[in-house]
């Protein structure tokens, strides 16, 4: 076949651009991976921005806060308390009064100054709410003087400082249903540009009154792990959130940033039969199956932890028994040995669940057959579940998988199993999750769990003024030898992996000292961003 000289001559210029262009994208690539003195970040951590900046939408629950808002104390990497916008705080004796003496040189990014007006505004926001924070002890709060502001308990609350760590102060002038829009703040970071779905670009707060932020800007491209891992081959971002599966992946240039966290995932067992209880929330509540005990405490001491560490996170996590696990109130004597299939399917037997024909086991006219939901969009939970119902098998029990949304899996919260997590830094999830006062009310104590034992153990708990003697209770409630909201007791759950969180980037990048990390990959590593710095000879 011939070309004319004026085909040949076109077909090489298409070439020369498209090596050209080839050459530039290697260079890009190249220039990130050797630039000096890097001000800016792109970073991708999923496909969404969690709680989008409101706090009346979660902001703050998961230890995000402090990228953009002042909170009166917050927590070191070592999880100790100190304070923030609060200089310093006392206690009554009774445990019932707070008082906080405030700085008076904090200024939300728009200049104006953050006031006692501004948190006495922002935790009554959220009482009024009621919806996502526990803050129904708090009676009131009083401002003696412009620097002091004081919150008066109806009961002690050991618990109180997780809030006062975790929410975010509001400015009272500017806040309002379109926040997430504009959110306005005092943290280091501000959000200059927020198209959802899309990105959220930050950037330092001019006011801010710390020690300013070596990266100047940085911003979070919402991206699919699949699509970020892509980004990332090709030079586009400069860290990322890795799935457990493409956590050993080897990019030039970049390393693996693993963390240990109490972040777990797994079965959420409804507590109570149908017709039982009614919700707040008007949502179904009860089942027949995950109700029986002997159902619970088979799929507890009948799974193999291990292996689904090993299959769905590829080693980079750890067997869970709590939502609690390696916390200073967890209770170690929970963490049980399982794989023990035959010692649950003797346990089915006495509890009157008999196989049938067709490996099934039934009660009566029930079988032993329950529906789990999980959320087709988050790959590990999918992963999870379909490992899970696979095990349980061989116990005899069916486990119908159901992939959804969340939207859905709402409605479905009381009555079926979901694939659940949980796990934060202080034991006030631990409380909300077992208290029957608290269930039907968002996503506290979804299974309707109720037992007066635990209950008495974790109201001492709460109501102390000692913080060792709270967590002597907040153990005792998890086992006392007798009983308890464990694997050894009537657990609501079957918790079955705590998951490392594992991130990949440029090796340049030092991310600051990095305490355990909670629920939520997403925010956990950005915390402290404002911590973050650029190290040229970094190995």
């Known amino acids: ?31 990130n991976q050797t630039e000096k003195d890097k001000r800016e970040l792109v970073v991708s951590m999923g ?108 009961e002690p609350r050991s618990t109180f400082w997780a809030q006062l760590t975790e929410v975010p102060i509001l400015p009272r002038k500017h806040y309002d249903e379109n926040y997430s829009q504009n959110p306005i703040g005092s943290g280091p970071y501000m959000v200059t540009q927020y198209d959802k779905d899309e990105q959220a670009i930050f950037e330092v707060n001019p006011h801010w009154h710390g020690k300013e932020p070596y990266f100047k800007k940085w911003t979070w491209v919402t991206l699919d792990e699949n699509t970020a891992l892509a980004a990332a081959k090709s030079g586009e971002v400069d860290m990322i959130y890795a799935l457990p599966e493409f956590a050993d992946t080897k990019i030039p240039g970049w390393k693996l940033f693993e963390y240990e966290s109490n972040d ?58 709590s939502i609690v696990d390696g916390m200073p109130w967890w209770h170690e004597e929970t963490a049980i040995e399982d794989n023990r299939v035959e010692e649950a399917s003797e346990l ?21 057959q329950f529906d789990l939901y999980y959320p087709t969009n988050d790959k590990l939970r999918t992963n999870v579940a379909i490992v899970a119902a696979e095990q349980a098998k061989a116990l005899g029990i069916t486990i119908n998988l ?39 009310h968002g996503w506290t104590n979804i299974t309707f769990y109720h037992n007066p034992v635990v209950l008495d153990y974790m109201d001492k708990a709460i109501s102390s003024t000692d913080l060792e003697e709270a967590n002597k209770y907040w153990k005792l409630a998890q086992w006392d030898g007798k009983e308890g909201a464990s694997v050894l007791g009537d657990l609501p759950n079957a918790w079955l992996v705590r998951i490392n969180h594992t991130y990949l980037g440029d090796k340049r990048i030092n991310v600051g000292k990095q305490p355990i990390h909670s629920h939520g990959h997403d925010w956990a590593l950005l915390h402290n961003i404002a911590e973050w710095t650029w190290d040229e000879d970094a190995k």
């Open 1 to 31: 076949m011939r070309y004319d000289n004026q085909k040949l001559w076109l077909m090489l210029f298409a070439l020369l651009i498209t090596l050209v262009l080839a050459a530039c994208s290697s260079d890009n690539v190249a220039k």
């Open 47 to 154: 496909e969404r921005i969690p709680h989008e900046f409101d706090p009346k939408k979660r902001w703050g629950m998961y230890n995000e806060a402090r990228i953009i808002h002042s909170t009166l104390l917050k927590k070191t990497p070592d999880l100790e308390v100190e304070g923030d916008f609060a200089k310093g705080y006392t206690i009554s004796e009774d445990g019932k009064q707070w008082t906080f003496d405030l700085h008076n040189n904090f200024k939300f990014s728009n200049g104006d100054p953050v006031t006692a007006e501004d948190v006495k505004f922002s935790y009554e926001t959220l009482i009024e709410d009621g919806k996502h924070w526990d803050l129904s002890f708090v009676d009131k709060i009083e401002i003696p003087d412009k620097n002091k502001v004081i919150f008066y308990l109806s």
């Open 264 to 321: 777990v995932r797994g079965l959420s067992l409804p507590y109570v039969k149908p017709g039982e209880v009614e919700s707040a929330d008007g949502y179904p509540v009860g089942n027949e199956v995950t109700s029986d005990a002997a159902i619970r405490k088979a799929l507890n001491i009948g799974l193999n932890r291990q292996e689904i560490v090993d299959t769905v996170l590829n080693g980079h996590g750890a067997p869970a028994y």
């Open 348 to 368: 089915l037997e006495k509890a009157g669940w008999k196989l049938n024909k067709d490996g099934i086991r039934v009660k009566g006219d029930t079988k032993a």
């Open 402 to 440: 159901i992939g959804s949304n969340w939207d859905e899996m709402v409605t479905k919260s009381h009555s079926d199993s979901l694939i659940y997590a949980g796990g934060r830094h202080h034991p006030n999830q631990f409380y909300t999750s077992h208290d029957l006062k608290l269930a039907g």
